[in-house]
């Protein structure tokens, strides 16, 4: 035993001697030497100048030119977004907004950036949901409106003359207090929980239109146009409206020039059709109801399953949040069926989030936000990677001094030490633990940390109770030729029986 | 006829039957379709648990049966009061029949669910019976052939059925003996 701990002191004295002696061969920045001595500490290699690292290589004409300037789409429609960026890979995602379904929000990387071509611009498009309710008439009567069932018309007033006339009141403003955003969110129209966010499908070809409109009914109708045939020119309802799923959707599509001048326009190379996928919306603890209309340009796939979650509540998804995924393709959504959540409590009601196994689903954990995945900006485009060499030593105290190079080399090398360290230490625990017998005897006993409680979920408890509830029972006496025409008593004609008593025979 | 035969051996529920079983109680019952999958496991348990209520005997349900009979009846209530000589019933060619339910309770995690609750039909065409009706009770004297059908249901759906005839009941004592009914006999009783 006594060998054993030699050695493992040795092996420690030998890795803090190694990381010392590492430590000591790392020249010191200049910075830290005193101004005095710094020249002199510099010039005999005591002190290492810290510098930005900067690429000095040459730039390459040729990859330069390559790219191309990306063009500014925020606040256009998305179909004017496709026209702009063709020569990109454009990724989409939604977000709830005010401004009108399809306006581009964001773009990222935003101008005046550079991109190779088929580079990735992400660009974030209102849904639209946040829209202000239509206006009403006259906004500056401050008196509760009547409600949507009763509309009738204000005729105007001749006797108050500072009131404008009002034409008709339109819908109830939202209460006092309440802002618009607000009420329009969390208390939609009862017929809008039904209806799903019709997908811009203007300018696709009409198998993909098809195929994004799978939840609706597709009216087709040809026209002229200087579209390439089979692409669709126009669409009714468009985008962002709310349609019913099954509900016509009525499409019109190109077929083809009608004329010699729009055949030449046709014959002119198209740009590249714009290769569109969806970043995946985040529907993990909403309900299915919720998701499935968040998730309107997929097809969702809904797979119940046990979980302490509410019924009917998603608990993960497939492809998780954030993933990009081309429209049309199918989500898998998992979907509580609420069977394993704990039985509520008589007399007090006990949160779901309080009993373990209603505990945060581990598809949730794992599932990330939208805004947790933000876009990542092109390295090309970060201005610090662009600026000059210093050539002239500015005054310590002004200089915005950078890591230190030698302790980032030497991170990596202390992490696998302080690694080796816990799993050397981790290794020493264990062995004891199982020969903890025999070392109880011969040393110290040492107060481990307790193990933390861990929480098993177990599997439920399933009782059965049967039980027999006897029927009633029938008796029916099945009539024969001989017996039919028996002249029995009253009480027996219901039945064939014979009575006799025991003392008839053995009396 | 201590030694009859148990509800239990014809029917014999299994796993399969309780799984078909919960699988037509989970379309009907929505609070149940949830926990129909962590019951599926314990399948097994619900089928030990509803053969053990089916631990009766079958000559039990056709007594309760006879003493429907009203001749029976009277002959039982005037034992009962009286201690007198067995009065001696034979039946003729009958058919008992009789509906009782299996209920079936679960718990899962402490939390009751609703029941399942299964028809338990059973049907017995006797050619003869002849009882014996003594201290208020019925007891079986002769039987002759008998053949039982029992049919378990959920709903309109059967999920189970076997049929088979009860053999090695008591002969006929009086099998060979002209049958009182083909006389005009009175019923009497000694009270």
């Given at each position: 035993m006594r060998a054993k701990r030699f050695l493992t002191t040795l092996g420690f004295a030998v890795f803090a001697a190694s990381m010392t002696a590492a430590v000591a061969q790392q020249p010191r920045p200049c910075s830290t030497v005193a101004p005095t001595e710094r020249a002199a500490a510099r010039a005999s290699g005591a002190c290492r100048d810290i510098a930005p690292i900067v690429d000095a290589a040459p730039q390459n004409g040729d990859a330069a030119s390559t790219n191309l300037p990306v063009s500014g789409v925020v606040g256009l429609?998305?179909?004017?977004?496709?026209?702009?960026?063709?020569?990109?890979?454009?990724?989409r995602s939604y977000r709830p907004s005010a401004e009108p379904g399809g306006t581009v929000l964001e773009q990222q990387p935003a101008p005046p950036a550079r991109l190779p071509a088929g580079?990735?611009?992400?660009?974030?498009l209102s849904d639209g949901t946040l829209r202000p309710p239509p206006k009403v008439a006259a906004s500056e009567i401050d008196e509760p409106r009547p409600a949507r069932a009763a509309p009738r018309v204000q005729q105007p007033q001749p006797a108050v003359a500072d009131v404008p006339p009002v034409a008709a009141v339109l819908e109830p403003l939202p209460p006092a207090g309440t802002s618009r955003e607000s009420s329009v969110r969390s208390d939609p129209p009862l017929a809008d929980r039904d209806r799903l966010a019709v997908p811009n499908v203007l300018g696709m070809s009409e198998k993909s239109a098809r195929t994004r409109l799978g939840?609706?009914?597709?009216?087709?109708?040809?026209?002229?146009?200087?579209?390439?045939?089979?692409?669709?020119?126009?669409?009714?309802?468009?985008?962002?409206?709310?349609a019913t799923p099954g509900q016509p959707i009525r499409l019109v599509v190109s077929s083809g020039p009608a004329n010699n001048r729009a055949a030449a326009i046709a014959q002119k190379p198209l740009p590249p059709p714009v290769s569109e996928t969806l970043e995946l919306a985040n529907v993990t603890n909403r309900s299915f109801d919720e998701a499935n209309g968040a998730l309107a340009e997929f097809r969702v796939t809904r797979v119940e399953v046990a979980d302490a979650a509410p019924n009917g509540q998603v608990i993960g998804q497939s492809p998780t949040a954030g993933s990009m995924v081309q429209p049309g393709s199918t989500i898998t959504l998992r979907v509580s069926d609420g069977s394993l959540a704990a039985p509520v409590t008589t007399g007090a009601n006990t949160p779901a989030a309080t009993t373990?196994?209603?505990?945060?689903?581990?598809?949730?954990?794992?599932?990330?936000?939208p805004a947790a995945s933000a876009p990542e900006t092109p390295a090309a485009t970060t201005p610090d990677a662009a600026s000059p060499v210093s050539t002239t030593e500015p005054p310590v105290s002004e200089v915005q001094q950078p890591a230190d190079p030698s302790l980032t080399a030497l991170m990596p090398v202390l992490g696998v030490g302080a690694l080796l360290g816990l799993a050397l230490a981790a290794f020493r625990l264990a062995r004891r633990n199982r020969s903890s017998g025999e070392m109880r005897n011969i040393e110290p006993t040492i107060n481990l940390p307790a193990e933390p409680d861990v929480a098993i979920a177990p599997d439920p408890e399933i009782k059965f109770a049967a039980r027999l509830e006897v029927g009633d029972a029938q008796i029916e006496f099945i009539a024969t030729s001989d017996t039919a025409d028996a002249d029995l008593d009253d009480e027996l004609d219901s039945e064939k029986a014979t009575v006799e008593h025991w003392g008839d025979r053995h009396g | 006829m201590d030694d009859g035969i148990k509800l239990r051996t014809p029917l014999d529920i299994s796993h399969d039957d309780v799984e078909r079983a919960l699988l037509e109680y989970a379309k009907d019952e929505p609070t149940f379709s949830g926990a129909h999958r962590p019951l599926r496991n314990a399948g097994q348990q619900a089928a030990a648990e509803l053969n053990r209520v089916l631990d009766v005997d079958v000559l039990e349900m056709l007594r309760r049966g006879w003493a429907t009979v009203p001749s029976v009846s009277r002959a039982i209530q005037l034992s009962a009061l009286k201690k007198a000589p067995p009065v001696i019933i034979r039946l003729d060619e009958h058919c008992v029949s009789s509906t009782s339910h299996l209920v079936l309770g679960i718990h899962v995690a402490q939390k009751p669910l609703p029941d399942l609750r299964l028809a338990l039909e059973l049907k017995a065409d006797v050619q003869s019976a002849t009882l014996a009706v003594r201290e208020g009770r019925i007891e079986l004297v002769a039987l002759a052939d008998i053949s039982v059908v029992a049919r378990l249901k959920y709903q309109s759906v059967l999920l189970k059925e076997h049929s088979s005839g009860v053999n090695g009941g008591p002969r006929d004592p009086f099998r060979n003996q002209p049958a009182a009914s083909e006389h005009r006999t009175s019923v009497d009783f000694y009270i």
């Amino acid at each position: 035993m006594r060998a054993k701990r030699f050695l493992t002191t040795l092996g420690f004295a030998v890795f803090a001697a190694s990381m010392t002696a590492a430590v000591a061969q790392q020249p010191r920045p200049c910075s830290t030497v005193a101004p005095t001595e710094r020249a002199a500490a510099r010039a005999s290699g005591a002190c290492r100048d810290i510098a930005p690292i900067v690429d000095a290589a040459p730039q390459n004409g040729d990859a330069a030119s390559t790219n191309l300037p990306v063009s500014g789409v925020v606040g256009l429609t998305f179909d004017d977004a496709k026209d702009r960026l063709t020569r990109f890979e454009l990724r989409r995602s939604y977000r709830p907004s005010a401004e009108p379904g399809g306006t581009v929000l964001e773009q990222q990387p935003a101008p005046p950036a550079r991109l190779p071509a088929g580079a990735i611009v992400r660009v974030v498009l209102s849904d639209g949901t946040l829209r202000p309710p239509p206006k009403v008439a006259a906004s500056e009567i401050d008196e509760p409106r009547p409600a949507r069932a009763a509309p009738r018309v204000q005729q105007p007033q001749p006797a108050v003359a500072d009131v404008p006339p009002v034409a008709a009141v339109l819908e109830p403003l939202p209460p006092a207090g309440t802002s618009r955003e607000s009420s329009v969110r969390s208390d939609p129209p009862l017929a809008d929980r039904d209806r799903l966010a019709v997908p811009n499908v203007l300018g696709m070809s009409e198998k993909s239109a098809r195929t994004r409109l799978g939840r609706y009914r597709v009216e087709l109708r040809g026209r002229p146009s200087s579209a390439p045939a089979g692409h669709v020119i126009d669409q009714d309802p468009k985008a962002p409206a709310r349609a019913t799923p099954g509900q016509p959707i009525r499409l019109v599509v190109s077929s083809g020039p009608a004329n010699n001048r729009a055949a030449a326009i046709a014959q002119k190379p198209l740009p590249p059709p714009v290769s569109e996928t969806l970043e995946l919306a985040n529907v993990t603890n909403r309900s299915f109801d919720e998701a499935n209309g968040a998730l309107a340009e997929f097809r969702v796939t809904r797979v119940e399953v046990a979980d302490a979650a509410p019924n009917g509540q998603v608990i993960g998804q497939s492809p998780t949040a954030g993933s990009m995924v081309q429209p049309g393709s199918t989500i898998t959504l998992r979907v509580s069926d609420g069977s394993l959540a704990a039985p509520v409590t008589t007399g007090a009601n006990t949160p779901a989030a309080t009993t373990p196994a209603a505990a945060t689903p581990p598809a949730a954990a794992s599932d990330a936000s939208p805004a947790a995945s933000a876009p990542e900006t092109p390295a090309a485009t970060t201005p610090d990677a662009a600026s000059p060499v210093s050539t002239t030593e500015p005054p310590v105290s002004e200089v915005q001094q950078p890591a230190d190079p030698s302790l980032t080399a030497l991170m990596p090398v202390l992490g696998v030490g302080a690694l080796l360290g816990l799993a050397l230490a981790a290794f020493r625990l264990a062995r004891r633990n199982r020969s903890s017998g025999e070392m109880r005897n011969i040393e110290p006993t040492i107060n481990l940390p307790a193990e933390p409680d861990v929480a098993i979920a177990p599997d439920p408890e399933i009782k059965f109770a049967a039980r027999l509830e006897v029927g009633d029972a029938q008796i029916e006496f099945i009539a024969t030729s001989d017996t039919a025409d028996a002249d029995l008593d009253d009480e027996l004609d219901s039945e064939k029986a014979t009575v006799e008593h025991w003392g008839d025979r053995h009396g | 006829m201590d030694d009859g035969i148990k509800l239990r051996t014809p029917l014999d529920i299994s796993h399969d039957d309780v799984e078909r079983a919960l699988l037509e109680y989970a379309k009907d019952e929505p609070t149940f379709s949830g926990a129909h999958r962590p019951l599926r496991n314990a399948g097994q348990q619900a089928a030990a648990e509803l053969n053990r209520v089916l631990d009766v005997d079958v000559l039990e349900m056709l007594r309760r049966g006879w003493a429907t009979v009203p001749s029976v009846s009277r002959a039982i209530q005037l034992s009962a009061l009286k201690k007198a000589p067995p009065v001696i019933i034979r039946l003729d060619e009958h058919c008992v029949s009789s509906t009782s339910h299996l209920v079936l309770g679960i718990h899962v995690a402490q939390k009751p669910l609703p029941d399942l609750r299964l028809a338990l039909e059973l049907k017995a065409d006797v050619q003869s019976a002849t009882l014996a009706v003594r201290e208020g009770r019925i007891e079986l004297v002769a039987l002759a052939d008998i053949s039982v059908v029992a049919r378990l249901k959920y709903q309109s759906v059967l999920l189970k059925e076997h049929s088979s005839g009860v053999n090695g009941g008591p002969r006929d004592p009086f099998r060979n003996q002209p049958a009182a009914s083909e006389h005009r006999t009175s019923v009497d009783f000694y009270i």
